[in-house]
């Protein structure tokens, strides 16, 4: 892929080596084909709301809302509240910070309080073994025609911090049940796309 796109622009590099390095993160963010298969997707689909579940420092965020159509608003989802400070601040070293609001918090807090069918399209990059919940919190959040989004869905990453009780075995069990979910729903119609992690993008009927 490095062959073939251009250089990673400096601003993204910037954001990354200064959460990554300088933060001291695990580089756990989006890869960079998934971040353009994620503008791409924001950019086809032309979505009013948006909610991301799992902002780490942004860079996911970031692409969905270059994404967006004037008027288009992203609502992304950290429990983590130093998190999602950081993120804030990539935001708006990016100019986004208008089209784009990091909420700290649980994410089934915030989702429970939406109103049905309100929702354009949801990406879900959070706690694996939280998957299958999501996705029954979010289903009847998103409108017809909209588009639900999965990062890491390909289960071959080491997941053990999120569920150190079994060496990330759980967190591999909730994905494929995720996927399993999605792909076999005759409400939706699902496709993988190889991305580093690999990432499920479901459509709603």
Do not use: W
């Not at 942004?58 to 950081?86: K, M």
């Not at 588009?147 to 909730?174: K, M, N, Q």
């Amino acid at each position: 892929m490095r062959a073939v796109f251009p250089p990673r622009e400096e601003l993204l590099d910037d954001i990354l080596r200064d959460s990554l390095l300088t933060n001291g993160l695990r580089p756990m963010q989006i890869d960079d084909n998934a971040a353009r298969v994620l503008q791409l997707l924001t950019t086809l689909q032309r979505p009013q709301q948006v909610v991301e579940i799992g902002t780490y420092f942004g860079y996911s965020a970031l692409h969905i809302a270059r994404g967006l159509p004037p008027g288009g608003r992203l609502v992304s989802l950290e429990i983590d509240a130093g998190l999602a400070a950081l993120a804030r601040d990539n935001l708006k070293r990016a100019g986004l910070a208008d089209s784009v609001e990091v909420i700290a918090g649980p994410a089934a807090d915030h989702l429970t309080g939406l109103a049905p069918e309100s929702l354009d399209m949801v990406f879900i990059d959070a706690d694996k073994m939280s998957y299958p919940a999501y996705l029954k919190l979010c289903y009847p959040l998103l409108r017809p025609g909209g588009i639900l989004v999965a990062d890491d869905v390909f289960a071959d990453g080491d997941f053990s911090s999120e569920s150190p009780d079994d060496d990330g075995a759980g967190a591999v069990r909730a994905i494929n049940a995720y996927n399993r979910a999605t792909a076999r729903s005759p409400r939706m119609l699902s496709a993988f796309i190889g991305t580093d992690s690999g990432l499920m993008v479901s459509y709603k009927r």
